[in-house]
T-cell receptor, first 112, second 114 residues
Framework: EAQVTQNPRYLITVTGKKLTVTCSQNMNHEYMSWYRQDPGLGLRQIYYSMNVEVTDKGDVPEGYKVSRKEKRNFPLILESPSPNQTSLYFC???????????FGPGTRLTVT | QKEVEQNSGPLSVPEGAIASLNCTYSDRVSQSFFWYRQYSGKSPELIMSIYSNGDKEDGRFTAQLNKASQYVSLLIRDSQPSDSATYLCAVNALNNNAGNMLTFGGGTRLMVKP
C-alpha cells in the first residue's frame, strides 16, 4: 500500500530535550515536506526537500532541522524543543513541489 | 494578499443540500489545483484535482475552475453529515521565497446538519 508513515504519532516531552520525528514514504517520491498546523493558522511549511541531500527552508524553519540521506526518509529534528513548538505535525511527499502531496497521519507534539 | 484564499467558515448546510466551497488565488500562471478534505485531528486527504477550465465531476463532488477569474470551487451534492470537515484548497503558485510550489489556503470548515 502506497503511504507516508510518521513516528511517533503522539509525543509529550519537556523543554530542551532533543527529539526526532521520523517520516518515510514508499512511493519513490522525490519531494518531501514538513508542515505544522495550529488552530487558526492553517498548514505552515517548515522545511522541504527536492531530493536526496537537497533541503531548504519553508515559512517557519526556526527551531527545526531536517536531513535527507535516503530518498524514502525525511526526519524532523527538534534540537531544543520549546513550548511554542507544541503543534500537530504532518509529513508529505509528492513527485515534485508543484504536484499533489500525500500526507502522513500526523504527529501531535506537546512540549511542557 | 495571500496567494490562496478561502473563507474560513463555518459553512453550514442541511443534509441533502449542495455545499459550495470557494477558493481564489493570486498567481495567474497557476496550472494545478487540488481540493483536500481534513477531518479534525486527521491528515489532509486529496479528493479532487483539476487542471483545465470548466467542471470535473467525481461522484458527489464537482470541482470548477475559472482561470480568467482566478477561482476554483468545490461543490458537494447531497451533502451528508460525514462530509463535515475542513476543506483545503491547494494551488500550484509562485512563492516569492521558493519559486513555483504547491500553496495551501487556510481551509473552509463545512458543517452538514442532519
Amino acid at each position: 500500500e502506497a503511504q507516508v508513515t510518521q513516528n511517533p504519532r503522539y509525543l509529550i516531552t519537556v523543554t530542551g530535550k532533543k527529539l526526532t520525528v521520523t517520516c518515510s514514504q514508499n512511493m519513490n517520491h522525490e519531494y518531501m515536506s514538513w508542515y505544522r498546523q495550529d488552530p487558526g493558522l492553517g498548514l505552515r511549511q517548515i522545511y522541504y526537500s527536492m531530493n536526496v541531500e537537497v533541503t531548504d527552508k519553508g515559512d517557519v524553519p526556526e527551531g527545526y532541522k531536517v536531513s535527507r540521506k535516503e530518498k524514502r526518509n525525511f526526519p524532523l529534528i527538534l534540537e531544543s524543543p520549546s513550548p511554542n513548538q507544541t503543534s500537530l505535525y504532518f509529513c508529505a511527499s509528492s513527485f515534485g513541489r508543484s504536484y499533489e502531496q500525500y500526507f502522513g497521519p500526523g504527529t501531535r507534539l506537546t512540549v511542557t | 494578499q495571500k496567494e490562496v484564499e478561502q473563507n474560513s467558515g463555518p459553512l453550514s448546510v442541511p443534509e441533502g443540500a449542495i455545499a459550495s466551497l470557494n477558493c481564489t488565488y493570486s498567481d495567474r500562471v497557476s496550472q494545478s489545483f487540488f481540493w483536500y478534505r481534513q477531518y479534525s485531528g486527521k491528515s489532509p486527504e486529496l479528493i479532487m484535482s483539476i487542471y483545465s477550465n470548466g467542471d470535473k465531476e467525481d461522484g458527489r463532488f464537482t470541482a470548477q475552475l475559472n482561470k480568467a477569474s482566478q477561482y476554483v470551487s468545490l461543490l458537494i451534492r447531497d451533502s451528508q453529515p460525514s462530509d463535515s470537515a475542513t476543506y483545503l484548497c491547494a494551488v500550484n503558485a509562485l512563492n516569492n521565497n521558493a519559486g513555483n510550489m504547491l500553496t495551501f489556503g487556510g481551509g473552509t470548515r463545512l458543517m452538514v446538519k442532519p
